[in-house]
């Protein structure tokens, strides 16, 4: 049976409330299966919250397997996010591409942000690259102040997440929890 639209909102704002009040420094998961919800529940809130152009929002194409590609999206969708060059310095893409390296500036330039900015990473379950998802533990483990970080995925992904679980920097939504 279908809950009255009416009740659907309340349930909505709870959750919104949830994922703003994520501290900057934090992640955010919402896992649940497809069909759930996830992306219309995220793009929702970002209207809602009025994040503006403090949103860099990537989409994780289909069985992702280049590690590059996906983080040269990521590097630019901050980039855009945080007013362009100035902040967060984008890459070319290279034959000898190191992941870590590029992870490890990527949190150097974030550092300097003023403002902050919110990273939604969009069907997480399609990224299907190691050297990729480790570079992004690498990212969740040190978040800088000012950015807090959106994961949507259909299953639990493949991250050390229980150690931001066990300091508090982790609030998840789970697939009963979407409406």
Known sequence: ERMPARDRLVLREALFERLSECPP???VLVCGPAGSGKTVLLRSWVD????G???????????????QRF????????????????LVARIEPTPDFRGEAVVQRLLSDLDSLEE???????????LDSAEALACL???????????????????????????????????????????
């Open 53 to 67: 152009e403090g949103i860099a929002w990537i989409a994780v194409e289909r069985g992702e397997q280049d590690a």
């Open 48 to 51: 809602a919250a009025a994040l």
């Open 116 to 126: 902050p900015i919110v990273l939604v990473i969009d069907d997480l379950h399609e």
């Open 137 to 179: 533990e690498l990212l969740l483990d040190r978040v800088p102040a000012k950015l807090r970080v959106v994961l949507a995925s259909r299953v639990e992904p493949q991250l050390g997440l229980h150690r931001l679980r066990l300091a508090g920097k982790l609030t998840e939504i789970r697939g009963p929890d979407l409406p």
């Open 71 to 86: 983080w040269l999206s990521v590097i630019d969708a901050l980039a855009d996010a945080s007013g362009g060059e100035d």
């Open 25 to 27: 420094g934090g992640v």
